[in-house]
């Protein structure tokens, strides 16, 4: 059993930056591939993006891609997403979440453990 802990939400301007982190612990953190999905209201879960178990591969949802860095610390069992350029369709909650296996993972199916998620709100 995982237990995932996020943080670093919060309300911003369009156009700044958050760093949002996922701290794990109750399960080998670095022999499973981690990922950020998130949910606006109304609408259905989302991936954001995800990080292999080595962080040697990454993966990016389109509408992230050049403005989001997902990243992990295996010493201090943490994930990271560096998100800049904010936009307000950006405003959802973000979860992180822990790979099933060893794969890289780009479906809600191919990951087994949640965290509560942390809120992000953008406004314009």
């Known amino acids: 059993q995982v237990q995932l802990v996020e943080s670093g939400g919060g309300l911003v301007q369009a156009g700044d930056s958050l760093r949002l982190s996922c701290v794990a612990s109750?399960?080998?953190?670095?022999?499973?591939?981690m990922g950020w999905f998130r949910q606006a209201p109304g609408k259905d879960r989302e991936l954001v993006a995800t990080?292999?178990?080595?962080?040697?591969?990454?993966y990016y949802a389109d509408y992230v891609k050049g403005r989001f860095t997902i990243f992990r610390d295996n010493l201090k069992n943490t994930v990271y997403l560096q998100m800049n350029s904010l936009k307000p369709e950006d405003t959802a909650v973000y979860y992180c979440a822990q790979g099933r296996g060893i794969g890289l993972g780009y479906r809600e199916a191919d990951f087994g453990s949640w965290g509560q998620g942390t809120q992000v709100t953008v406004s314009s």
């Open positions: 109750g399960r080998t953190f670095s022999s499973y591939a």
């Open positions: 990080i292999s178990r080595s962080a040697l591969s990454t």
